[in-house]
């Protein structure tokens, strides 16, 4: 999404950062509601993506697409990674996909951070759950809504830094 400073905020990305929130928590609630993503979900944010690429192309030129190609590419490579040192069993593959279509549209320096967020959030309230006894290491938890989280604090993190 890569948004200016809030003095220089437009309708566009309001509006654009409004709908992105809601799309991120609709498939939060989804997959902790079905332990999955469907692919209505993934068609859904990938249509999102397109409309802001689209949009944003426009607005700010190719180097917005080439840089939303190289955060998909990243997450890609990272969830393979985790994905192959787990042996499959500790991500699903709709999180990998829901992943790298939602980094298309914040980039690759806020994709780092988003990761960052969500797998130490992630892993402290799955602590929490262990420590009470609500959770076992062997059942799984929903992990979009750690992703969604990241995403969206990596984005309003953007804002303090500049």
Not at 3 to 28: E, H, M, T
Not at 69 to 85: N, R, T, V, W, Y
Request: net charge positive; hydrophobic share 55%.
């Amino acid at each position: 999404m890569r948004f200016q400073p809030l003095n220089s905020f437009g309708v566009y990305q309001i509006i654009s950062l409004i709908a992105f929130g809601l799309i991120l928590s609709y498939l939060s609630f989804s997959d902790i509601k079905k332990l999955s993503i469907s692919g209505f979900d993934l068609g859904l944010i990938g249509v999102y993506t397109i409309i802001n690429s689209l949009v944003s192309l426009q607005k700010f030129g190719v180097s917005y697409v080439f840089s939303g190609l190289k955060a998909i590419a990243f997450s890609l490579i990272f969830f393979l990674i985790i994905f192959l040192i787990t042996k499959r069993g500790g991500i699903g593959i709709g999180d990998i996909l829901f992943f790298a279509i939602a980094s298309a549209n914040i980039g690759p320096k806020n994709t780092f951070e988003a990761l960052i967020l969500a797998f130490s959030c992630g892993a402290i309230v799955s602590l929490i759950l262990i420590f009470t006894g609500k959770l076992n290491f062997k059942e799984r938890i929903p992990f979009i809504p750690f992703l969604s989280f990241g995403i969206y604090l990596s984005i309003f993190l953007d804002f303090f830094y500049i």
